[in-house]
């Protein structure tokens, strides 16, 4: 029996799928490929993670930055996807003589609470404190000390990326991992805060598409939808 054609198999498959999406979308080339390895690195495909981190770096993007994009989601994916991507850009980078060099760090342990409460009130607006006046005092430790202390607190108040980017990777984090759908709708609400647009949550569903899947795809769609209808 004959091979099949080699646009036809999944290698195939996927290059052309992404021959596509960046003749669609107008996200910038650096978001494009932080959008890819965040929804990599929420699934944990490693081999993927690596493919996306060699193109992200021939990109142009730094090692830095793709370093700060996994940060990002550690609340989110788990440490556990977040430290196995990182040491897929240590291979990477140790294969290609790269360091990181910069500390983009800004909280210690006595501020990082206080710093992260700034953070997702801005994006959420001041209801935050009425949440957390009204959280019941066994699961304080989980929706206000974690939830503002690491979800916000460590990765949001990081140099590197803007706040509107760690809210637009936010999205994309929860997005790839599913099932998440009321956090996806939350968020879908915070990067409108941040000024973030529909054509670019759209762009960011496109990008992540041919990672996650129709399924995923077209339930965050729906939530953009009820956000932001289209303009006719």
């Known amino acids: 029996m004959a091979a099949p054609a080699a646009e036809h ?6 290059s052309r799928l992404y021959q596509e999406i960046s003749a669609q979308v107008k996200l910038e080339p650096k978001m494009q490929h932080l959008v890819k390895i965040s929804a990599v690195t929420a699934l944990g495909a490693q081999a993927l993670l690596r493919q996306s981190i060699e193109e992200a770096l021939d990109g142009g993007v730094s090692a830095d930055i793709i370093d700060e994009a996994i940060i990002q989601g550690a609340p989110y994916a788990g440490l556990a996807r977040a430290i196995d991507a990182e040491n897929v850009l240590k291979t990477v980078m140790q294969e290609r003589g790269l360091e990181i060099t910069v500390d983009h760090g800004t909280v210690t342990d006595e501020t990082r609470f206080a710093s992260g409460l700034k ?3 801005t994006i959420f607006g001041e209801g935050i404190n009425k ?3 009204n959280a019941k005092a066994d699961e304080r430790f989980l929706t206000v000390d974690q939830l503002t202390g690491w979800c916000f607190g460590d990765p949001y108040t990081r140099t590197g990326l803007s706040l509107k980017e760690h809210e637009f990777l936010t999205f994309c984090y929860i997005t790839a991992l599913g099932g ?3 956090q996806v709708k939350a968020h879908v609400g915070g990067n409108l805060n941040m000024g973030t647009t529909r054509g670019e949550l759209i762009d960011a569903v496109t990008v992540m598409m041919p990672i996650i899947g129709f399924p995923k795809s077209l339930n965050a769609l729906g939530l953009i939808n009820e956000a932001a209808p289209a303009q006719e």
């Open 119 to 121: 953070q997702q009130t």
């Open 131 to 133: 949440m957390h006046q």
């Open 9 to 14: 198999t999944l290698a195939g498959i996927e």
């Open 180 to 182: 998440n759908w009321p």
